[in-house]
């Protein structure tokens, strides 16, 4: 006669043996399959992480812009950080040795053409750097009063255009004591030939709202190769601080 209470007891034994293998297979496979799956997910994120740092950021199309500045495609050379075009140092033919130089925080009592931080935002880079901040826009200029003498740059235009010559924004639209304005503090020649700057009234309300901090030579240059030369006049030795040039 068959122990049915044997039998049943030998049986429950086999499927809990069977249980415990089946959940320990499925334990193994899990994490099999888990180990795999992570480092795929993290060397994803690593590959993302990195074509995320070669990706620029593109700008929107603007919603209005006059034909004067978007017509054509501009080139800009600038002094200030960080830039997306060419240095203004590149453009310098004279004065020799202006190429090379070193832009500084601190401001320089030189009588010769030099490149500086703005002084009017001195105070805030100093204190930021004091507090172990990095300060990423540097608003760098180059700047020469009477006593430096000219400044002669070559550049080579594309189309028949304004020049437009930049400084930076002053604090509420005053500039440093020491720094003068180049509408009405430097004579400019364009190939050995006087040209003036456009004033507010005359020539960029009619094209922009903005305060403006470029202004453009009275006439226009036809496109080829130019000489520039751009000469301090205020009696006072107040600096003309150049950011940038525009041309098209």
């Known amino acids: 006669m068959v122990d049915v209470q044997a039998a049943l007891e030998a049986d429950n034994a086999a499927g809990s043996e069977g249980v415990a293998a089946t959940t320990s297979q499925v334990q193994a496979l899990l994490a099999s399959t888990t180990e795999p799956a992570a480092a795929v997910a993290a060397d994803k994120a690593s590959t993302n992480k990195k074509k995320k740092k070669k990706e620029k950021m ?22 200030f950080e960080p830039k997306q075009q060419d240095s203004l140092l590149d453009l310098v033919i004279s004065p ?7 832009p500084t925080i601190d401001p320089q009592d030189s009588k010769k053409w030099h490149v500086q931080l703005f002084e009017a935002d001195h105070e805030g880079v100093q204190f930021s750097q004091a507090q172990g901040f990095k300060y990423l826009d540097m608003k760098y200029v180059l700047q020469g009063n009477k006593d430096a003498g000219p400044l ?27 720094c003068g ?12 030939v006087p040209m003036g700057l456009e004033t507010a009234t005359n020539f960029y309300f009619r094209h922009t709202i903005e305060s403006p901090t470029c202004w453009a030579s009275k006439e226009m240059v036809e496109a080829g ?24």
Not at 68 to 79: E, G, I, Q
Not at 96 to 102: D, H, Q, R, S, T
């Open 225 to 248: 190769p130019h000489v520039i030369k751009v000469i301090p006049t205020n009696a006072e030795g107040k600096y003309i601080v150049l950011s940038a040039l525009i041309w098209y």
């Open 152 to 178: 002669t740059l070559a550049v080579e235009t594309q189309s028949k255009q304004h020049l437009l010559f930049c400084q930076p924004p002053g604090v509420w639209g005053r500039m440093p004591e020491n």
């Open 58 to 79: 593109e700008l929107p199309p603007p919603l209005y812009c006059d034909p004067l500045f978007c017509a054509a495609a501009a080139s800009c050379a600038m002094t």
């Open 96 to 102: 020799e040795g202006l190429p090379k130089a070193k």
């Open 181 to 192: 304005d180049i509408r009405t503090d430097a004579a400019f020649t364009i190939d050995e």
